[in-house]
């Protein structure tokens, strides 16, 4: 299965953290190029966060830059993304995806913030609601 799997979202007060994660199919090497993107009622799907081969293929949005860290534990092959200092503007569902196997080994393909676009292995997504 090569749809990855989401968790961790959950309700909570402006300014709170939350930690969500993407498990993902450790045979492929898709799991090497993973983005987080959210969708609120009536917008479009943007790209937050996203992690690709070596230390330094790191990148955010400006939206959630300073207060989003993406991070990954290979052995599990699960991808995180921790979420403080939450704002109610990041209410929405968030979706972890990956790459195709041969886009993963394309540095063009490895777009900061994310590209929807690009991405071709999708999960559920889970909810993330902040209120005031």
């Known amino acids: 299965q090569a749809q990855p799997v989401e968790s961790g979202g959950g309700s909570v007060q402006a300014g709170g953290s939350l930690r969500l994660s993407c498990s993902l199919n450790?045979?492929?090497?898709?799991?090497?190029?993973v983005g987080w993107f959210r969708q609120a009622a009536g917008k479009a799907r943007e790209g937050v966060a996203a992690?690709?081969?070596?230390?330094?293929?790191?990148g955010y949005s400006d939206s959630v830059k300073g207060r989003f860290t993406i991070s990954r534990d290979l052995s599990k092959s699960t991808v995180y993304l921790e979420m403080n200092n939450l704002k109610t503007e990041d209410t929405g569902m968030y979706y972890c995806?990956?790459?195709?196997?041969?886009?993963?080994?394309?540095?063009?393909?490895?777009?900061?913030?994310?590209?929807?676009?690009?991405?071709?292995?999708w999960g559920q997504g889970t909810q993330v609601t902040v209120s005031t």
């Open positions: 992690i690709y081969p070596g230390d330094a293929n790191i």
């Open positions: 995806a990956a790459l195709g196997e041969g886009d993963c080994h394309e540095p063009s393909m490895w777009t900061i913030p994310p590209e929807p676009r690009f991405f071709v292995y």
């Open positions: 450790r045979y492929t090497r898709s799991r090497n190029c």
